[in-house]
């Protein structure tokens, strides 16, 4: 059975922390992707990952950054959590090998509160 | 620039009703792909179909049919017969053949009462 985990449902901090974030998946797949969920807003793509130390963009990095320092694994990391980044987070990872475009596979999500 | 609009924020229908939920698209692009994810109250999206944008056969599965009409940019899913465990957030999403992200709708929740 295919597997997206992520290291922690439920995570609380202070303002200016540093948070860790990770995903792990067990499907060999390439491509690696963060979101986050907010009500109203549906899915939005903070950064993604085609390859190991490779990172990209996507509709909202501000605040963020991401570490592939192996394939399995991807992390994302808010390097001073502010109150605004209060959110459902999500982990998703797709195969390249299969042809392009392929169906996400989703961790649970992680539900940060930065206080 | 691709978008992906969902009009209906909640939808609330009696089990055993049908219920129909839209997706209307926007892309340039002549090949893309088309999804729809499914979020149960547990919180894990779940894959439910990806259709290409060369292939407008409409597909069933089970109480589950999905409609695509590149005349109208619209590939809207029908739940037959609704069961609760069928409510849910629904999202929409595409993906332009040139790249690998996907852009998702904001969601329509249904909810089914019994």
């Known amino acids: 059975d295919v597997k997206v985990t992520q290291s922690s449902r439920y995570l609380v901090k202070r303002t200016g922390e540093k948070v860790f974030l990770e995903c792990v998946q067990d499907?060999?797949?390439?491509?690696m992707f963060w979101y986050r969920q907010d009500p109203g807003l549906g899915l939005r793509l903070i950064y993604f990952?085609?390859?190991?130390?490779?990172?990209e963009k996507g509709d909202i990095p501000e605040g963020y950054s991401v570490s592939r320092e192996k394939k399995e694994r991807f992390s994302l990391i808010l390097e001073s959590a502010s109150t605004n980044q209060t959110s459902m987070y999500l982990c998703?990872?797709?195969?390249?090998?299969?042809?392009?475009?392929?169906?996400?596979?989703f961790g649970p999500g992680t539900r940060l509160t930065v206080l | 620039a691709q978008k992906v609009t969902q009009a209906q924020t909640e939808i609330s229908v009696v089990e055993k009703e049908d219920v129909t939920l839209d997706c209307v698209y926007e892309?340039?692009?002549?090949?893309?792909?088309l999804f729809w994810y499914k979020q149960p109250p547990s919180g894990e999206l779940v894959f439910l179909i990806r259709?290409?944008?060369?292939?407008?056969q409409n597909e069933i599965s089970g109480r589950y049919s999905w409609n695509f009409q590149k005349s109208t940019s619209s590939f809207n899913f029908t739940i037959t017969a609704s069961q609760v465990v069928d409510s849910a957030v629904y999202f929409c999403?595409?993906?332009?053949?040139?790249?690998?992200?996907?852009?998702f709708g904001k969601g329509t929740r249904l909810h089914i009462l019994p």
């Open positions: 998703a990872s797709s195969s390249a090998r299969e042809g392009p475009n392929n169906e996400q596979f």
């Open positions: 499907m060999d797949h390439e491509n």
């Open positions: 990952s085609y390859d190991v130390k490779m990172k």
């Open positions: 892309t340039r692009d002549t090949t893309y792909y």
């Open positions: 259709r290409n944008s060369f292939d407008e």
């Open positions: 999403a595409l993906s332009e053949a040139s790249h690998d992200k996907i852009i």
